[in-house]
């Protein structure tokens, strides 16, 4: 019998900007200590973009790595699907400005906003059409300049969030590689508790608006936090049992990278030891929907993630929304 057709992620790249911004850094423009960020967060750095540089740039940028990595010519894409919540403008979709960036004249493409989970969200659509057969060549790219929404003003948010993209490519493969499962969900009643209340049409700009910072990350910090520690273990788990894999079998859990103490919990739900759980929030901070393509290619690049391992992807996100994919790496 023959074995049913996957989508597998078969290349991995990054854009990551060059500058540095420390908790030290940070020390000097704020009420904050760099004890304070860490043991809170586990942040001590994270990369900001140059005001030249926009989101497509990045995800150009790691959409160029992922196809080099995958040994592909950018003439073979045919869909690109970039998850941000920082597009380079209202319209048109950020994934149009990739694809004239690299040149994929065949490549559909569109944008999709879940905030930090949109990255497994654009996996999980983008896995099932490939294997319906419509795609065969796929970049899924997360990207997002979230230092641009940030309040440097606001201790409570500055510190936690950084700029950069990462991007997979998927085309099918045979059992038992591949995307596995995957499981999404959304609670628009927790809207409120992170969102940018300003520059759409319910709150549109205006100098009162930017005076009043609310063109800025407003954030409820505490229920978010209570919701991650639930949610991240909870939707594990059930994309675990949706493709009959038990934690004991999961190699590496990739979780998204907001905070050390909810991917802890997330992991301690799942009975995980840290070794296998992959950590570079500490570098990073929160990238939003680049926070696991970045991972994934970092795990990768670092040898913990080979060809046959199984993996969990999660995130969580405003919206609110969440989501995770199991894969079985096919690489």
Known sequence: MRSKVRAGIVGVGVGIPDKVLTNHDLERRIDTTDEWIVTRTGIRERRIAPPSVATSDLAAQAARHALQSAGKHAEEVDLIVVATATPDMPWPATACLVQAKIGAARAAAFDLNAVCSGFVYALWIAAQAVETGAYRCVLVIGADILSRQVNWDDRATCVLFGDGAGAVVLTPVEEPYGVLSGVMGADGTGAPLLHVPAGGTREPLSPEAIARKRHTVH?????????????????????????????????????????????????????????????????????????????????????????????????????????????????
Not at 223 to 231: D, G, L, P, Y
Not at 232 to 261: C, D, T, W, Y
């Open 219 to 331: 954030m409820r910090g505490r229920e978010v936090f209570k919701f991650a520690v639930t949610i991240m273990g909870e939707v594990s788990v059930q994309a675990l049992e949706k493709a009959g894999i038990s934690p004991e079998q999961v190699n590496l859990f990739i979780p998204h990278q907001a905070n050390i103490r909810i991917i802890q919990a997330a992991a301690e739900r799942l009975n995980l030891p840290m070794e296998r759980v992959f950590v570079n929030v500490d570098r990073y901070g929160n990238t939003s929907a680049a926070s696991i393509p970045i991972a994934i290619y970092e795990a990768w690049a670092q040898g913990r993630l080979k060809k046959g391992d199984v993996a969990v992807v999660v995130g969580f996100g405003a919206g609110l929304t969440w989501g995770a994919c199991v894969l079985r790496w096919a690489y």
